[in-house]
Structures are given as C-alpha cells and as structure tokens.
T-cell receptor
Framework: GDSVTQMEGPVTLSEEAFLTINCTYT??????LFWYVQYPGEGLQLLLK?????DKGSNKGFEATYRKETTSFHLEKGSVQVSDSAVYFC???????????FGKGTLLTVNP | GAGVSQSPRYKVAKRGQDVALRCDPI?????LFWYQQALGQGPEFLTY????????KSGLPSDRFFAERPEGSVSTLKIQRTQQEDSAVYLC??????????????FGSGTQLSVL
C-alpha cells in the first residue's frame, strides 16, 4: 500500500544552518506530496505541496521538489531560525481521493 | 471560530470505559476527517465525512470506534470499552470542499487519550 519514509530525528541545528529532511514515498500512481509542520501545542499546518513531477513547493523559505525518478520530496531551507523548531511531517496523497499517508515525523530543534 | 477546535485536550480513561471526543470544524467546511496518531508515528486515517454523510470509515480499527456528524458540523468520535492500545492523539481536520486529492486540510490540536 501507500507509504512514506521520512528521515529519523531528532535533528538539532544552530541558527542559520542549512536544513535537509529526507522523504521518500511509494511510487504507485501520481500522488500529490505535502509537508506539514506542527509547532508546539498547535495542530498540523500545511507548509507546502507539489502536485506533479518536477513541481517545486515553497513557503516561508522552505522548498521541496517532487522527484519522480527518485520517488523523493526532500525538505530544504537555506538558513533556519529558532522559530522553525517544530515537528515536520511528509505526506503523500491518494491517487484518487482525500486520504493522506504520513511519515513518522521529524523533530527539528534550532538553537540560537 | 478561527480554526478547528477539539475537546477535551487531554482525556484519561480507565480500561473498559467509553469516551467521546468532540471536533468543531471551521464554519462552512464541508469535509471532516479523523486521524489517529500513536506515539512516535505519523497520523493515520480513520474516517471521512462529507456534510453529515460518513463516506469512508475504512480506517476505524474496530467496531468499538464510532463517529458521527449528525448536522454536518460538529463531529464526535466515540470509543467504547477502551483498551490500552487506543492510547493516542486523535486529530480532527476539515476542508472547505468535497475532499478532493489536493485539498488543503486544517487540523485541530488534537485530543490526547491515555487509557490506563
């Protein structure tokens, strides 16, 4: 079935460091791909998405490119801030409907 | 309200008790979803409503789990005879339209259920 494999955490970085969180997905069909973020005490929020191969989703300095050839959707940011500390979830959509399949999440802590 | 609201925020139940978890979606949102998030795992789909109709309950883990949305707004997830394996965070999400594959979901903060 559908699955998402996400880089294990936790990840600890210093402010202004470069961030990569790896994500790969099962290759059946042409799913949409998403990154959700969960700040402490809050619900999951959509960070960015891409709906087809080679699309790049971007938001708040974060980027991820839909790579069909490597079935990947890695999250990157050039310079992280303390306020980026959160749990990040990679997710793939169903080929036909609303269901989301999530990875296990990666806890990011950014120190000043 | 401005976002999806869930209550209670925390619930402790003794094994065998029944619990009811409430979700208030964003006003006017047609679609409503329940997800279950076990410790250290990502959320897993439980069930989906479009207005008051429960169109998909394929993710409910057993017949002890029951969800309803009788007037197409507030939803309740009920778990009967709770077991320790039911301990998890239960997330509710809503979306504006009919739950298409690219639709943006708005999540609540969840209800953390602990079964002792």
């Amino acid at each position: 079935g559908d699955s998402v494999t996400q880089m294990e955490g936790p990840v600890t970085l210093s402010e202004e460091a470069f961030l990569t969180i790896n994500c790969t997905y099962t290759a059946t069909g042409y799913p949409s791909l998403f990154w959700y973020v969960q700040y402490p005490g809050e619900g999951l929020q959509l960070l960015l998405k891409a709906t087809k191969a080679d699309d790049k989703g971007s938001n708040k300095g974060f980027e991820a490119t839909y790579r069909k050839e490597t079935t990947s959707f890695h999250l990157e940011k050039g310079s992280v801030q303390v306020s980026d500390s959160a749990v990040y979830f990679c997710a793939r959509g169903s080929n036909s409907n609303y269901k989301l399949t999530f990875g296990k999440g990666t806890l990011l802590t950014v120190n000043p | 309200g401005a976002g999806v609201s869930q209550s209670p925020r925390y619930k402790v139940a003794k094994r065998g008790q029944d619990v009811a978890l409430r979700c208030d979606p964003i006003s006017g949102h047609v679609s409503l979803f329940w997800y279950q998030q076990a410790l250290g795992q990502g959320p897993e789909f439980l069930t989906y409503f479009q207005n008051e109709a429960q169109l998909d309950k394929s993710g409910l883990p057993s017949d002890r789990f029951f969800a309803e949305r009788p007037e197409g707004s507030v939803s309740t997830l009920k778990i009967q005879r709770t077991q320790q394996e039911d301990s998890a965070v239960y997330l509710c999400a809503s979306s504006l339209a009919g739950g298409g594959r690219d639709e943006k979901l708005f999540f609540g903060s969840g209800t953390q259920l602990s079964v002792l």
